[in-house]
């Protein structure tokens, strides 16, 4: 398998441009994760699917953030407008359901997003 | 109660040292403890993971200590190599929600 497939790798827009992340996990994963990874932050859940549905997106910051997985293969995170205070790098994540909790995270490359 | 507090913040060693990062929960109900390493410019990837049945365990030169009365578990790495140089967290779930609580990381550098 190829693994989690992130695009693009690479961002670099302007304060007020909509900005798409992309995301493919691993086929036959149930769940995908989307995650920030700043310095002063460090790693943030933003959001997680399950089948699909979205089951939590208390950590996405705020209404200009939003998510969606209309197939099992296939989910975007965007942002609209952008803000310079967005720029981080955005992971997504996919795991199996295990029989005793949540199975292994398997991360992507991530998308490195810088708003100028 | 949803934290997970990682410390230290950065470590320096040199080759074969062996370097412990060490992690403290509050949440009673945490029931899987993985630590994750990444690399610059990666992804975080599973390293070893542990389920608070056993108070050790162990993967090649990577042991995880569980503590589960002080509600701390901490990696140890022996005999580290310049090619651990890497950021490593510590995470913590339960089984009736599927979040990993991430760490806030450790930089680990070896010097050959």
């Known amino acids: 398998d190829a693994g989690v497939i992130q695009s693009p790798r690479h961002e670099v827009t302007e304060m007020g441009q909509e900005v798409t992340l992309r995301c493919k996990p691993i086929s036959g994963h149930d769940y995908l994760f989307w995650y920030r990874q700043t310095m002063m932050r460090g790693l943030e859940l933003l959001i997680y699917?399950?089948?699909?549905?979205?089951?939590?997106d208390s950590g996405m910051p705020e209404d200009r953030f939003s998510a969606k997985m209309p197939n099992a293969s296939f989910s975007t995170l965007k942002i609209q407008p952008s803000e310079p205070r967005d720029s981080a790098v955005y992971f997504c994540a996919s795991s199996l359901a295990g029989l005793a909790g949540p199975d292994t995270q398997y991360f992507g490359p991530g998308t490195r997003l810088t708003v100028l | 109660q949803q934290q997970v507090k990682q410390s230290p913040q950065s470590l320096i060693v040199q080759k074969g040292g062996i370097p412990i990062i060490n992690c403290a929960y509050e949440?009673?109900?945490?029931?899987?403890f993985p630590w994750y390493q990444q690399f610059p410019g990666k992804g975080p990837a599973l390293l070893i993971a542990?389920?608070?049945?056993?108070s050790e365990k162990k993967e090649g030169r990577f042991t995880i200590s569980f503590n589960k009365s002080a509600k701390q578990f901490s990696l140890h790495i022996m005999d580290s190599q310049p090619g651990d140089s890497a950021t490593y967290f510590c995470a913590a779930s339960n089984h009736n929600t599927d979040k990993l609580i991430f760490g806030t990381g450790t930089r680990l550098q070896v010097f050959p």
């Open positions: 699917f399950n089948n699909n549905v979205p089951i939590d």
């Open positions: 949440n009673t109900a945490f029931d899987y």
């Open positions: 542990i389920r608070p049945d056993v």
